[in-house]
Structures are given as structure tokens and as C-alpha cells.
């Protein structure tokens, strides 16, 4: 071998490869191969770099080289945690986890290339990202900051784990302290950061208006809608006598709407007869948006593309434009509206003797709030009140056989905000839930159930597909831990077969109902469950003990129950046997609900999380009863008990001990007092800080 430098090349990966896994300095090295560092160590610097970047070497901490051996190279979405870490899923049991020094020049939600590293007994799986295939965002929102000579832009998602150069030029009027969005310029080298350009300014970041739709526009969520998009929606025609050629005209019967006292959109609405055999017909009839939005249009594929409408505290980010949503498909009292509806027919005691889709006309005669249903259903007068209380029993029925056969009710708490004129929130309640609610909700369930069963039937006899909200199985392994901990509260959850487990589940919800513990528990029970989805694949939904299950009652703000509409139009009512959707259509069409879906949950729930912590900023000092939510090395997570507001006791300001992390014992235990803090315990707390830009609260234990 003729050229020195690639002897001492081939020297320096022997050395290395034969001491695997040690790790080694450019010094360490130099020395083992006989060489003075003093005259070498600048060509074993290069030489080493050299075989990082050729992924023969690998660099570790403390400046330190160890050989690379041959490894398996993946491709997947890189998702970041908060803390800095990444994960790319490697198969369906095994995640990569990537260090933040490894993450190179890739955001969270990148489709990256990761090198994953020889696993070391006992470690978990690791790697490092070698290439950003395809950026999974290009813009991104937060807060402009002046520093010495240059401006800065800090991301509002925690996962951004860089912050961003900006030049002046670059400022396009942005000055320190407002929100902005940001197109990314490039980013190729990991050791300079990033660059970017204000592309829209929204506000001062102080402006809490702008603090809850900057939430949002970070998912890329958008709140307006193109003026093209408006115009054709503006240029639609209300009803027209053609439009009612072939539909069942239900503008003569009883039918109404129950809905939340500040609801806009009226998806749906019901009615109910007694039939001369005594059997029950129950209607739901639900708005046909398919009728004005059609496959393929303009306000089709904005539809698509937002795939839900998203609830944020203070406003609604639609799916549709206002036209349609809050006017021409709502389903608003004494005025006709075209549906789409499930006519049922049961017993009394909830049993379906038969059910058929029409497309129909209705005339709402009268809009409930559910306040007004359940003071009529508790004192049994009121407007309709028969009908209300006929309603009530079939639902109670409908209940009481779904429970009987596997369905979990898990009752999440939730809260409500009360603002003042200036939008700030002054109070948060919890929110109660009604018979009124349930009423709505297991006639909704049943016609979802319906839908899927006659969409079953297509595929059976024809091969038609079509598009099912599914729920698999919960993890086992959790299910175990689950019971374990619930074990330590004094209950019992038994693990079984499919229903025997959900059976078991059901039971341990109403075990805790109304105990302090009960949002605990629901919450590690929901962590043990799968996430529910979309899907072409039928195989049912867990959770609610239903073989059979999609989503057709709210098509003006989910888009998968617009696909559920035209399938059933098409093919139910129609009679239409070709294929209207392929398969790959579909599955991908379900994929992107499914994702926009998350999206909509995500800036949902950051919206509460924001608003928790401007109530919590005028409650800074005062204590509370909470409970504790999580528990973690760093520390514990607690929820105080009447707002379900959520903070953290930091490990350090548990200072009275030194407290041991107990992972499967869900506990922190004290080495000299042996105080332990345990998950589900009840805890006083005083809150000590609030911080908006973080979305952070922090708590003390009371003293």
C-alpha cells in the first residue's frame, strides 16, 4: 500500500473494530498505533472525522471514536418529543430512538433516513439521522426576538428544537415580540442554525386572541378560507324544486334537533313514531352536504385537505365555508333541509327489526338545547315532552344493551371556560353530563352502526368498498399494568378474552365513577387502549363492542362522514353496483382522515392547555386540591380536582428528601421520611408559576 495516509486509515478502523465497543480520542488512538500525538494527532483528527462522515466510525460523548459496525439503514417519519429525543418507528414493535445531537438538519414530522446503531444488550435501539429525505413542514409560527446584532425566531412547538436566523431583510416589518409565520430558507449544516423568512405577521405575542389561532396556524391549520373557495360556496343555490325530485318528503312529522346552546352547524336531527304493531321508528336524519359539495370540486378538496372541523376554546375552525355550514346544510329550526336519513325500526326494548337510508326533506318544528331536554326528561313537562320521555326509554335501552354486549363508557371529564368582554377566562367548570347528552349520543351510535352494517353488506355482495371507524384491541401488556395499578386503589380489573376484558373494563369505570381517582384511572385505561382511526379494513371497534362501525352522522364537520354519505347515496340508495371508490383510494383517503383528525385533537387540546395557564396567571399563590395525574423522574404531574387544570411539581422542589423514582410502582419514594407520592394520590399544591410562552404550570406541594 503505497499512500501513508490510507495505511494509518485502515490502521486506525483495525484498532477500532478489535476494541469494539470501547470508545477512544484522537489522542487515545494515536498512542495505541505507536505514533506521538503532538506531530499526528491533526491527521488522525481528519482521518477520524473522515470515517464518521463515511459512516465507518462513530462519534461519541466527550469527544471520544468507537468502530460502526454494518447496520440496518430505515426511512420514516421523525417524531420529536419535547425534551429533545426523536423516534422513527423501525417496525411495529421497535422505535429508534435519535439523541438531539443526532437529529443533524431534520425537524419533527420529516420523512428522514436513520443509520440505527449495533444494540447493545440491555439499550435500546438508537441511531442517527443521515439524510432529510422530505420536510414534513416548510413554515412554521412563534415569537420574533431581538438579540445583539441579529433577530432570532423562537418556535412555539417545543418539538422545534432549534431556533431560527433571521436577517433584516428577512423581517418583511416583523418587530420583536410579535407572533409571526415562517417559511424555512434552508438548513444543510446542523453546527449553524437554520434560516428562515417572516411570510405573515399575526399579532403581539401577548394578544391572547393571537396566542389561540397561532396554536393552530403551528399545525398548519388554516383559519380562513381561499376567496375562491368562498365565492363558489356564496354562488350555491339554496333549494330549488328539482332538488326535492326523488326524496321522501318528512316535512309533515315531528322532527327536531338537540344540540349545545352555542351550536351553529346542525348536523342532525330525530324523530320517533310509534308504529300500529307497536314496534318504534326511529329517524336520524342527518344535513346532506354531498348534495353541494361534490367529489372533486373546489370546496371538495379544501374539505379534504382539513379533513374535521377543529374546536378551539374561543372559535370554531370549520370545515366548510360558513355558507354551508352554518346556513344551507345546518339543519336550523322551520325551515326545510335537505338529509339524508336512517329510518330505523325497533322494539322497545332496543332490538332492530329492520333499517333502510333515503334521501329526504325535513322542517325542523323545534331546536332543544340539551339544558331544555334534560329539565323537561327530570320533570317530566315541557314542549314535546311525550316524545322526549318516548326518546329517553330507547335510548336507556339502546344503552343497556350495548353495555350487555362489550361497550365501555369511558366518561372523560371535560371543562368549559367562562370569558369576560375581553375574551380573557374568568372560570372554568366542569362540564356535566346529561341523559339529555347520552339520548343524542346512542341514537347517533346506532345509525353509525347501521351504516356500517349496510356498507358491510356491499362488499360482501358486491366487493364495494367503503371507509370504517375501527378500534383494535388493547395492548395486553398494558391491560396488566393497568390492573396492577388499579389493584393498589382496591379494585379489580380481570384480563380475558375480548369480551370478557371489555366486560371487566366497563365494570371497573363504574367502580370509580365519582371518586377522586376516577380521571386517573380513565386516563391509564385510555393509554392501554389502541387509537381509534379510519380505515378501509373492517375489524371492528373494541371499544364499543361493535363489529360493524363508521361515521355518517356529522358530515359538515368530518369529511370521512361525507365519503360515508356519497357511498351509501351511490350504492344503498342508488342501487348502483360499480364501484364508485377503488380500495387504494380509500385506505388513502382514511389515512389522511385519520391524520387531520390528530392535528384537530392536538390543537384542541393546546388551545385548553392555553387558556389553563391565563386563568392560572391570577391564581399564582393560591392552593388547590389536586390529584396526582403522572408520575416521572423529573417529578409530578398533578390536575387540580374542580377545573381539571394540569401542572407539574418539579423533582427539585420536592426538597424535604431525596425521592426515588419507582417506574412500575407509578411512585416517587422518599430514602429518609418515606414519604411516597404515588399516582392517584390525592396532594395539596400551591401554583407558583404560569407561563403563557411555555404553556406551562407549576405547582409546589403545600406545606
Known sequence: MSDPKEKIRLEILRFLEAKYPKSYTASQVTRALGHQPKQFERLFNDLLNELVQARKLERRKGKTYSFMVPDTIIEGKLMVTRSGTGFVRMNEETEVAISERNLLTAFHEDLVQVQVYPKRTGDRTEGQVIRVIERGRQTFVGTIEKQRHFHVFVPDDPRIHRDFYITNRNLNKARPGDKVMVALEEWTNPFINPEARVTEILGNSKDLKVQVISVARGLNLDDAFPAAIEKEAADLPGIRPEDLSGREDWRDRLVITIDPDDAKDFDDAVSLTTLPDGLLELGVHIADVSHYVVPGGAIDREAQKRGTSIYLVDRVIPMLPERLSNHLCSLVPHEDR?????????????????????????????????????????????????????????????????????????????????????????????????????????????????????????????????????????????????????????????????????????????????????????????????????????????????????????????????????????????????????????????????????????????????????????????????????????????????????????????????????????????????????????????????????RQIDFIPAR
Open 338 to 694: 335537505l338529509t339524508v336519513s336512517a329510518i330505523i325500526t325497533l322494539t322497545p326494548a332496543g332490538a332492530v327489526r329492520s333499517a333502510r337510508f333515503a334521501r329526504t326533506v325535513i322542517h325542523s318544528k323545534r331546536r332543544f338545547t340539551y339544558e331544555e331536554v334534560q329539565k323537561i326528561l327530570d320533570s317530566g313537562a315541557g314542549e314535546h315532552a311525550d316524545l322526549l320521555q318516548e326518546m329517553n326509554r330507547l335510548a336507556q335501552a339502546l344503552q343497556k344493551r350495548r353495555f350487555k354486549n362489550g361497550s365501555i363508557d369511558f366518561d372523560t371529564p371535560e371543562a368549559r371556560f367562562r370569558f369576560n368582554d375581553k375574551g380573557e377566562p374568568i372560570a372554568i367548570v366542569r362540564k356535566e353530563r346529561l341523559a339529555s347528552h347520552r339520548l343524542i349520543e346512542d341514537f347517533m351510535l346506532l345509525a353509525n352502526q347501521v351504516a356500517a352494517r349496510s356498507l358491510g353488506s356491499l362488499k360482501t355482495k358486491h366487493g364495494i368498498q367503503a371507509v370504517y371507524r375501527i378500534h383494535d384491541l388493547p395492548d395486553t401488556g398494558k391491560l396488566f399494568n393497568l390492573s396492577a395499578f388499579v389493584k393498589q386503589l382496591g379494585y379489580q380489573l380481570v384480563i380475558g378474552d375480548e369480551k370478557e376484558t371489555a366486560r371487566h373494563l366497563q365494570k371497573l369505570m363504574e367502580s370509580v365513577r365519582g371518586t377522586p381517582e376516577e380521571n386517573v384511572v380513565h386516563d391509564l385505561a385510555l393509554r392501554s387502549m389502541a387509537k381509534a382511526r379510519y380505515s378501509a379494513d373492517n375489524i371492528g371497534h373494541f371499544g364499543l363492542g361493535f363489529s360493524d362501525y363508521t361515521h355518517f352522522t356529522s358530515p359538515i364537520r368530518r369529511y370521512p362522514d361525507l365519503l360515508v354519505h356519497r357511498l351509501l347515496i351511490r350504492h344503498i340508495i342508488g342501487q348502483e353496483v360499480k364501484p364508485f371508490y377503488g380500495y387504494e383510494a380509500l385506505a388513502g383517503l382514511a389515512e389522511q382522515c385519520s391524520m387531520t383528525e390528530r392535528k384537530a385533537v392536538e390543537a384542541e387540546r393546546e388551545s385548553v392547555k392555553l387558556m389553563q395557564v391565563e386563568y392560572m396567571k391570577s391564581r399564582i399563590g393560591d392552593s388547590f386540591d389536586a390529584i396526582i395525574s403522572g408520575v416521572t423522574q423529573y417529578g409530578l404531574y398533578v390536575q387540580v380536582q374542580d377545573t381539571l387544570v394540569e401542572g407539574m411539581i418539579s423533582i427539585r422542589d420536592l426538597n424535604d428528601d431525596y425521592y426515588t423514582f419507582i417506574e412500575n410502582g407509578h411512585a416517587l419514594h422518599g430514602e429518609r421520611k418515606k414519604q411516597i407520592y404515588r399516582l392517584g394520590d390525592p396532594i395539596r399544591v400551591v401554583c407558583m408559576n404560569a407561563d403563557p410562552t411555555k
